[in-house]
């Protein structure tokens, strides 16, 4: 399946067919801009009970792939402030999707970890979301789904790979 993406007038010296990393960028950015509509966010949070920005979600998807972690070393890894990441689990913590827990390393220090409700409350978003995806790409054949989901899944490996230098991250290695 070639999708071609609408290429801008091509200029003098310029191709008029995008390259395949110009059609995987703006076919990342379309899957980005779905996930976080607003109609979607709304069906997702109609389908799983749940109902979370999208930064929260992602913030708690981060610590279903990690080890716990501080909450600087979270900043780090998502190359985000401090004050961000404190903001967004403000709510995590309050719906008991992530808790703190003692760091054996340092009893002075907490880790952030996430809950057996929080692994449950991101499966069952999961789940809604696949359903959704289910419906946007019903007329793909499964070869071309897998095949898209073994080169998007690099993102993560990439992702996972900054994590390395974290104590106990998770990695697909």
């Not at 990690?66 to 985000?80: F, G, H, K, N, Y």
């Not at 095949?147 to 104590?167: E, F, K, N, S, T």
């Amino acid at each position: 399946m070639n999708r071609a993406v609408t290429p801008r007038r091509a200029g003098k010296g310029e191709a008029a067919e995008p390259d395949p990393l110009t059609r995987l960028e703006a076919g990342l950015s379309a899957l980005v801009r779905w996930n976080e509509s607003k109609h979607i966010r709304t069906e997702l949070a109609v389908r799983s009970g749940h109902d979370l920005p999208p930064s929260e979600w992602r913030l708690l998807e981060h610590f279903d792939l990690a080890a716990p972690m501080r909450i600087s070393d979270v900043a780090d890894c998502l190359r985000v402030d401090v004050s961000t990441v404190s903001l967004q689990l403000r709510q995590l913590r309050r719906l008991q999707l992530v808790e703190a827990v003692p760091d054996p390393r340092d009893r002075r220090a907490t880790l952030i970890a996430i809950t057996p409700a929080g692994r449950s409350a991101l499966a069952t978003v999961r789940a809604a979301r696949r359903e959704l995806l289910a419906e946007v790409f019903a007329a793909v054949p499964p070869e071309e789904l897998g095949a898209a989901a073994d080169v998007l899944l690099v993102v993560q490996d990439h992702m996972l790979a900054g994590m390395r230098g974290v104590p106990d991250a998770v990695t697909t290695d």
